[in-house]
């Protein structure tokens, strides 16, 4: 698959890996900001892709310059081919401090399990050659200890599940309407009360978004789509808004 190139300057660089997943996987995205040379790959993936993710970041950039490595959360397509990553790359790791124990299940070798950086609830600020990234809450969107990344160079917001779409053949959403019908099943189904997206949008309003790029499906690029995500989304009913009758027994 071709790569994607979302911004580019001097020093900056932020890529879209398109999605290596085949058969009955659910697609997935992987993406990498560089900077200055070194580099951060967010959501890397599972066993499958390994191969061909890191040879397509190996034409970007040494591997050796690999700086960290974001898990959002700990679902198989985000972490199950860690242990890959930190055996071929210097990189550190970081996931939410919930999923530290568990993300051991997936095999990652004691040699290289100090690696593994757990970031508190609150989130941090990640530097990487001199820019900072925000690490910012996410958590129930939708797991318990999950967090997106923003880069204030880009104005791209890596947003992982939220945003996500599955079984459309384009990369960038044009019509933002005509989207609705591929992303409205996922976020009602997935995600577990509509008070945590109210929670996001008032945050998501404070930082000056041009993509947000979710880790499934297309992304949303330009303001005014920007816009358009946060205010559906704020308004959108999930999880045991919907499903109260479901708690019966059959």
Not at 68 to 97: K, R
Not at 192 to 204: D, E, N, Q, S
Request: glycine share 8%; charged share 20%; proline share 5%.
């Amino acid at each position: 698959m071709a790569q994607v190139v979302l911004f580019e300057n001097e020093e900056h660089k932020n890529i879209l890996l398109e999605d290596h997943t085949e058969g009955e996987m659910v697609p997935a995205n992987q993406h990498l900001i560089i900077h200055k040379g070194r580099g951060m790959l967010l959501d890397p993936g599972g066993h499958k892709i390994h191969s061909q993710v890191f040879s397509e970041l190996s034409v970007l950039m040494p591997p050796g310059n690999l700086k960290y490595l974001f898990f959002s959360h700990q679902d198989p397509d985000i972490v199950a081919a860690a242990n890959f990553w930190f055996m071929m790359t210097p990189a550190d790791g970081l996931i939410s401090e919930l999923w530290l124990r568990f993300v051991a299940h997936f095999g990652i070798d004691k040699m290289v399990f100090h690696r593994i950086r757990t970031i508190p609830d609150e989130g941090l600020l990640l530097e990487l050659e001199g820019v900072h990234l925000s690490v910012i809450p996410a958590h129930f969107l939708h797991s318990a200890g999950n967090f997106q990344v923003y880069d204030p160079v880009s104005k791209i917001l890596y947003s992982g599940d939220l945003g996500a779409s599955i079984g459309v053949d384009y990369r960038i959403v044009g019509d933002f309407e005509s989207h609705i019908e591929a992303i409205q099943g996922f976020h009602q189904r997935y995600m577990p009360t509509a008070k945590v997206y109210r929670l996001w949008a008032k945050m998501a309003r404070t930082l000056d978004i041009e993509t947000i790029a979710p880790q499934h499906g297309a992304i949303f690029q330009g303001k005014e789509n920007v816009k358009k995500f946060i205010d559906w989304i704020e308004n959108q009913p999930c999880g045991l808004d919907l499903m109260e009758d479901i708690y019966a027994l059959p």
